[in-house]
């Protein structure tokens, strides 16, 4: 008998697209960085999650097999407002953080909302064990060397992007919360409906924010030391500053300005979580999680390739240590995705 794991077709099929779902969210954050050229943090993410919003309209009526009740649509709507909420404090933190760090550096400091999670678990009651507190060990020491080593001081943006991979980490907390309902109460949730709602209502908060906030955000971060600031980025206008600007014609309409938009919400919103739906119903949730913890490592090629960004070997070193501690925190799942294999 023949006990060597049969690798199909489509299992390879489902490993490449998430392959390419991690390059499209890594490369994201070079879009988000970019894009401050021209909007400011709430107005680019307002119009992007619009967009990758309503670009999840298409697969949801799709999925759609039927009817949906009222008991499911209002804890959809509960959902979205919860969730969209949650996310919008973690975007803007994200986008925030951005300002001072680099791409390379907010994809892999994002990322630590995979060891975070298990960790917050533990005071809701769930068990972790010693791989979680290994995985944990090493992405604090990473931390350290592409924050701290070799420099005077911390970089404030790597700060701020640790505090919203927390943010991060409760909503993947009230994802999970909100999937898991009580199936008796015939309330059942789809996950693209959920992500749309919640994209929807995190959009629309980011662009009160771009009206409301923005204005005085620009003027209180132009204050700060601008040595902190890469050059070329922050030099945005305040949301009704740009759309007078449109209006009068003292900027035009290019492809060019739109580029990190339609990428951020087209791209990194319903064509990468497209893909991602697609591809897990093939792949094992051990495979998705390895595979979608290189957005890190897509994040820093893409800072490279395109921001000209600089990769020091302390850097590169602390890249290494965090993502084999997210790979550690992972290991129970391995394990347990090796065991149901080898029993088939």
């Known amino acids: 008998m023949n006990n060597k794991p049969h690798i199909s077709r489509s299992a390879l099929r489902a490993d490449f697209l998430l392959i390419l779902t991690a390059a499209i969210w890594g490369f994201g954050f070079v879009a988000q960085l970019s894009g401050m050229e021209y909007f400011g943090p709430f107005a680019f993410n307002g119009i992007r999650f619009i967009l990758g919003s309503l670009s999840l309209v298409p697969l949801i009526l799709i999925r759609r097999k039927k009817e949906v009740s009222l008991e499911s649509l209002l804890y959809l709507l509960k959902a979205s407002f919860a969730a969209g909420g ?37 005071f809701l009651g769930r068990k972790t064990g010693l791989p979680t507190w290994i995985g944990s060990v090493l992405t604090l020491i990473g931390l350290y060397f592409i924050s701290a080593a070799g420099r005077s001081s911390v970089n404030p943006g790597d700060i701020i ?6 943010l991060w980490t409760a909503h993947v907390l009230l994802i999970d919360r909100f999937m898991n309902v009580d199936i008796q109460r015939n ?30 955000v620009t003027a209180a971060v132009e204050k700060i030391n601008p040595s902190l600031l890469d050059k070329g980025v922050f030099e945005w206008l305040p949301f009704p500053d740009l759309i007078a600007a449109f209006k009068n014609g003292a900027m035009r309409f290019s492809f060019r300005i739109f580029i990190p938009i339609l990428y951020g919400g087209l791209g990194s919103v319903g064509i990468a979580y497209t893909l991602q739906v697609v591809a897990q119903r093939d792949a094992p949730p051990a495979h998705a999680v390895i595979i979608l913890c290189f957005e890190g490592c897509f994040a820093a090629l893409g800072g490279v390739l395109l921001l000209s960004e600089k990769l020091g070997l302390w850097t590169l070193f602390g890249f290494i240590l965090m993502l084999a501690g997210m790979l ?13 294999t080898s029993t088939l």
């Open 328 to 340: 550690a925190t992972q290991w129970d799942v391995i394990v347990k995705a090796n065991k149901t």
């Open 187 to 216: 309330i059942s949730i789809d996950p693209v409906e959920l992500s749309a709602g919640q994209f929807a209502v995190c959009g629309v908060l980011m662009l009160l924010g771009a009206f409301s906030i923005e204005p005085h």
């Open 161 to 166: 992007t640790v505090f919203s991979a927390f």
């Open 86 to 122: 949650c996310l919008f404090i973690a975007v803007i933190l994200q986008q925030f953080g951005l300002i001072f760090t680099t791409a390379g550096n907010a994809g892999f400091i994002t990322g630590l909302y995979v060891v975070f999670t298990p960790i917050v678990g533990i």
